[in-house]
């Protein structure tokens, strides 16, 4: 129900009518799917467990839907809306001044799959001195406490100004977060705040799918 929530109220808003959007200051679509193998991409990703699992449940053929979706008619890319994109949104990797990712590993908008990719392109550039990445164990789109964020912050500032990475660990954030106190622990429900400990985690980011970058276009 949650998922089904996210899809209808948040979701949508961005692969529909922003997508419009999009599509207009690019001069048509930039998207495609020829030559996608659904079967195998689908068995790839982080959610095939969940997937298989809900179509059990279900009684539903999953293996049907994927066949109907790999005999379905591919759309194709427009060459000039790619253009606009590769010269104006994607990653490339270039980067020349310190980065720190903070990423909810429940993000259903910005999934944690884009750390990934965006890592994946910093590495190929030989910028890996300048990436580091954290991630909060939390649902939803940039929901950190107000610790959270002046905790990365302070690690970001700290960055700059000695020209070293600090310990990034969750237990040393997790501290640091900790110790600003309840006046900035804490998050929204329902319009009233509710006190919130810090919960930054380890985590590894799942492989971005059909990755596209520079590099190999």
Known sequence: ????????????????????????????????????????????????????????????????????????????????????????????????????????????????????AYKSTVHHAGKDAFLKETFVHRAGHCTFTPAETIVAFQALNNRLNTGKWQALGPASLNKAAAALGPNYNYLYLNGNPVNTPPAFETFKDPVFLRPYDVFSH
């Open 1 to 116: 129900m949650n998922q089904f929530n996210w899809l209808a109220y948040d979701q949508f808003l961005f692969d529909f009518y922003l997508r419009a959007e999009l599509e207009g200051r690019a001069g048509g679509n930039p998207s495609w799917n020829t030559s996608v193998d659904y079967n195998r991409q689908l068995r790839k990703s982080a959610f095939y467990p969940e997937v298989a699992a809900l179509y059990a449940a279900a009684g539903l053929n999953l293996n049907a839907d994927l066949y109907s979706l790999q005999v379905a008619p591919r759309i194709s890319a427009e060459p000039a809306a790619v253009n606009y994109l590769s010269a104006n949104i994607i990653y490339t990797g270039q980067i020349g001044i310190p980065v720190l990712t903070l990423q909810t590993t429940g993000d259903g908008l910005v999934v944690p799959e884009n750390d990934q």
